[in-house]
């Protein structure tokens, strides 16, 4: 089992950048496969990024390609998501979630253990 708290969120405007935390305790971080799962005001749960267990690989939604970036450091059992050119469409809850096994998913089901979230609001 794995415990995930995200951090880092906050007001910022069109075109800025945030970087969101997602710190891990519990079980060792390398059990798991992580990715970044987003819900915007009114509408369902959306996959943002996700990482293999080792870093090894990532995969993004096309919406934010090219301007997020997800990492992890399994020594201090962390979890990050760089948010560059922030847009107005990208403002949400943000989680962190983890998969058992050593791959993410794109499938928002898939993920076994999830933070409580963290609000990104990009105002224009």
């Known amino acids: 089992q794995v415990h995930l708290v995200e951090s880092g969120g906050g007001l910022v405007q069109t075109g800025g950048s945030l970087r969101l935390s997602c710190e891990a305790s519990g079980d060792r971080l390398t059990d798991y496969g992580m990715g970044w799962i987003r819900q915007a005001p009114g509408k369902g749960r959306e996959f943002v990024a996700t990482i293999t267990w080792d870093g090894g690989r990532t995969d993004y939604a096309d919406s934010v390609k090219g301007r997020f970036t997800i990492s992890r450091d399994n020594r201090k059992k962390m979890v990050y998501l760089q948010m560059n050119s922030l847009k107005s469409e990208d403002t949400a809850v943000y989680y962190c979630?983890?998969?058992?096994?050593?791959?993410?998913?794109?499938?928002?089901?898939?993920?076994?253990?999830w933070g409580q979230g963290t609000q990104v609001t990009v105002s224009s």
């Open positions: 979630a983890a998969r058992l096994g050593a791959s993410g998913s794109y499938d928002v089901a898939g993920y076994d253990y």
